[in-house]
């Protein structure tokens, strides 16, 4: 019998590890009610062994650098034989394709936002501001992921309010939680003697993983009577990788360091986890970070993007200014040295995850949103 469930085409840059991928994963595995297909403009990688829903196709389209028009008569014959009810872009290098979804007549044609270009941090650049009003009429909804972004999209792109919802990202709840079971075989602290500070992301520039690392290092000094105590832990690969890993052994400090590069058991790792750390120079609402909140960490995270929006001052974590190392290592400090305030500071972002950025509660917005196809 055929399946006469509407299809959902996502269609991305590339399908690998990374917050916006690991967003579509969790929307795929969680919307039955729909079939799903993933196009990425250059590749998908293994990460789509991520993907559970049974019988979810994956397209590569291998776009060379440069203008990707020259690929639109492809999309749109693949669109045709497809015939989603809805096609839904991400960010823009994946936005151009909203124009063979217009004229293949995708029945509701949707493009999320999930945080800055990297190579427009704060989204100041009026070329990228001009490409995305290019592309605008060809898009029925646009979601913002973050109230920073809903901010850009109807100021500088200056899209109408009410063609754009701010759909955060949300965590699973039952999945990510503070309940410590046995660690991995390979994790290398002891809980009870160690405390320990990490991180988890891509090693690359916009992540900024350098500045963590020197807030590490100058903890030695600014902490000696706990320094003995304090374990770092970095989760994930990149091109920064190495270099981080140098400059720790360069200070002498990597004995007291973990950076096994990409792991697919963060789940798993993360309630091992005191402090949390991201050290971001931009962010749309960082997946990494609500699942951390979640785990029972106490977060501490850089002034950007959307996480002010899951991170008040005091509150329920600590912020720190982009880029400063020096700041970063004094909230660190504060941290490790007053017990009840981290363990406050861990309570409150819990409550904050499982009260407002649950999973079940994005899946029915994008439920909500993917059901309104015409």
Not at 241 to 265: C, F, I, K, N, S
Request: proline content about 7%.
């Amino acid at each position: 019998m055929a399946d006469t469930r509407p299809l959902v085409v996502h269609l991305l840059h590339r399908f690998d590890t990374g917050g916006l991928e690991n967003g579509v994963v969790n929307l795929i595995n969680h919307l039955p009610q729909f079939r799903h297909a993933v196009v990425a403009v250059t590749e998908v990688t293994a990460f789509r062994e991520r993907v559970k829903a049974p019988g979810t196709q994956f397209f590569s389209l291998h776009k060379p650098p440069g203008q990707g028009a020259r690929l639109y008569p492809r999309v749109w014959r693949l669109l045709r034989e497809l015939r989603p009810a809805v096609l839904h872009t991400r960010n823009l290098g994946a936005m151009e394709f909203q124009i063979p979804g217009w004229a293949a007549r995708v029945p509701l044609r949707v493009h999320s936002e999930h945080g800055w270009d990297v190579d427009d941090l704060g989204g100041v650049s009026v070329k990228n501001q001009r490409l995305r009003r290019a592309y605008a009429p060809f898009v029925h909804r646009f979601v913002a992921l973050s109230q920073a972004i809903e901010t850009y999209l109807s100021g500088p792109v200056g899209l109408n309010a009410d063609r754009v919802q701010r759909i955060c990202n949300g965590v699973d709840t039952q999945r990510f939680s503070p309940a410590r079971g046995e660690p991995p075989a390979d994790w290398p602290f002891r809980r009870g003697e160690h405390l320990v500070v990490g991180a988890v992301g891509r090693m690359q520039a916009v992540k900024d993983p350098l500045n963590l690392v020197e807030a590490f290092v100058q903890l030695r000094e600014r902490c000696p009577a706990d320094w003995p105590r304090l374990r770092l832990a970095m989760l994930g690969g990149g091109p920064l990788l190495e270099a981080a890993r140098a400059r720790l052994q360069q200070a002498g400090v990597a004995d007291q360091t973990w950076l096994p590069g990409d792991r697919a058991d963060v789940a798993a790792l993360l309630p091992q986890v005191d402090l949390f750390v991201l050290p971001s120079q931009a962010e749309g609402i960082s997946n990494t970070l609500l699942e951390a909140m979640a785990c029972g960490c106490a977060p501490v995270a850089t002034q950007v993007g959307g996480n002010p929006e899951l991170v008040e001052q005091g509150a329920n974590g600590l912020l720190v200014p982009a880029g400063d190392s020096g700041a970063l290592a004094v909230a660190l400090a504060r941290l490790v040295a007053d017990e009840p305030l981290r363990e406050r500071l861990a309570a409150a972002s819990l409550a904050r995850v499982r009260a407002g950025f649950s999973l079940d509660g994005m899946v029915a917005a994008y439920a909500a949103l993917y059901a309104g196809a015409r």
